[in-house]
């Protein structure tokens, strides 16, 4: 089987993580691990053909996905009506905060286990990495996945959307195996070095534009599925998350030992902070966190990760 090392994808980076998941769910056949070097790199091997045939599999699959994704019946999209306010009337917005009553979430969620039904879990994996119907926020609306980093006017499928459309061929080589592939552009915060909080900076951010990985931020919005929402009682957990509110933080494993699509499931939904002998005998070498933090006007952002060995 071949091997290829993916050198912008650093696993220790929660954008670099959730992509590693995201290629592993694109490109069927493979298994993913990280480099215990240091560097934490990614890297996926799998299938009988050479390295660089795997790696023009890899961009030709990634190709497809993105094309296949700005069909409107895409698994993974949803809008609903935003209720009118003093200031705005009432839109249509593609974002993870219905009302539990409103007739578009209904009809998503039926169509969602319909489509399950039938052999297809796409949908129904966006969905229950999206939201759940039991938890609502202080406006009676459904609270979303920890991984929900939008607010005011921005809506994170919207985000979403406007990021793949940046996708190209030659840019998911660079973020790929190359790394350093920041361009202008809006992106979901999940990078660390995205955070615009002008108590942490030396200057106000509004003076630069964002930047933004698309390749890896697409990719990892691709992954999310492999990091599902539940409901815990009234409130809603989201896989690897701990904490509540404005004290959250992502806990997520590193290991060395090529892993498959399924190994990968099972090993996300195991806390693996504990017997360090443990981890050691499942091939677990790191252990990597990263605080969420959220600003007054409800942005999200990862804080910069912490790696326990």
Known sequence: MSRIDLKGVDGSN????????????IVPGTKLAFLDDGSYQAFVVGLDISESDLKKHILR??????????????????TYTK?????????????????????????????????????????AAYAAAYFTDVAVDGKRNTKP????FTAANQTFLGQVESIRDLVTEEWVEQALFEGH??????????????????????????????????????LAFRG????????????????????????????????????????????LQVDWTGNAKERAARGIFAICSSRIRRTSQGFGNFAPSAVIS
């Open 224 to 267: 999310l599925p492999l990091l599902p929402s539940f409901p815990q009682g009234t409130r809603i957990a989201t896989t690897g998350v701990v904490g509540r509110g404005d004290d959250m933080t992502f806990t997520w494993p590193l290991w060395s030992a090529p892993a498959s699509l399924q190994t990968t499931r099972s090993l």
């Open 145 to 148: 996945t920890a991984f929900h």
């Open 83 to 123: 209720a009118a306010t003093r200031k705005k009337r009432s839109e249509v917005v593609a974002d993870l905060k219905p009302p539990p009553d409103d007739p578009n979430f209904t009809k998503f969620l039926q169509g969602c286990v319909e489509a399950w039904r039938k052999g297809d879990e796409e949908a």
């Open 61 to 78: 699959l990634i190709a497809r996905d993105v094309q296949s994704a700005r069909k409107p019946s895409a698994p993974w999209c949803f």
């Open 181 to 218: 592939a920041e361009r202008p552009g809006t992106n979901l915060r999940w990078d660390p070095g995205s955070e615009r909080n002008w108590a942490l900076l030396a200057e106000d951010p509004n003076k630069k534009g964002t930047r933004v990985n698309a390749p890896l931020e697409w």
């Open 14 to 25: 929660p954008l670099g993580f959730m992509a590693a998941l995201g290629l592993l769910r």
